[in-house]
């Protein structure tokens, strides 16, 4: 009998992590210094924005309490499924069916009832993917309608996402990501349901 894997749920789940840092809402950053081009540029750690921003912090939760539902939901269905076929498989070693077309027919069931599982895997999994292709827009929009308020007044001609290796190399005088951070979190006002959910998860 085919084991159902559930990584994709796992892995979208953790795509987003907690932190409970709480930034300086007043703190400055050094960079808005013009480089040898002519240009001012600055730059946004990715990996901190994604672990400081409330937003996404709250949004983990959501993603994290679905994952965990649709996994149990398909290991309840996937344990369920599995009774039937090693109760089939002992009825049928040990001549239980009273006839051939009784055993077709549990077997047919069977068979129906893997199906069934595997089309709520593949509907979960959709669900869970579209949940986070809807939280990197809005992750996304959130961003850029902060940076182009931010703008008016830093006046950077380039702002750059550093996220691992992509920039081998950047002075931290250009790095923005706190100040960025602390803008986010004072202009974000999450939902009664993001914040009682993120309150559930604490709990835990």
Known sequence: MKKYIFSALALAAVMVSCNNAS?????????????????????????????????????????????????????????????????FQQKLNNNGFQSREQAASQQAAIERQQRDLQELQARLENELASETAKFNEALRDSLQNFLKDYNKDKQFDLILTKQGDNILFADKKFDITQDIINGLNK??????????????????
Do not use: W
Request: proline share 4%.
């Open 23 to 87: 930034p300086k809402m007043d703190e400055q950053p050094a960079a808005g210094e013009v480089s040898a081009t002519g240009l001012k540029i600055a730059f946004v750690e990715v990996d901190s924005l994604m672990t400081q921003y409330d937003f996404a912090k709250d949004y983990s939760v959501t993603l994290q309490k679905k994952s965990n539902n649709a996994r149990n939901t398909l290991t309840q269905k996937g344990n369920t499924l599995q009774a039937a076929v090693n109760n």
């Open 187 to 204: 202009r974000y006002k999450p939902s009664k349901k993001a914040d009682a959910d993120k309150k559930a998860e604490e709990k835990k």
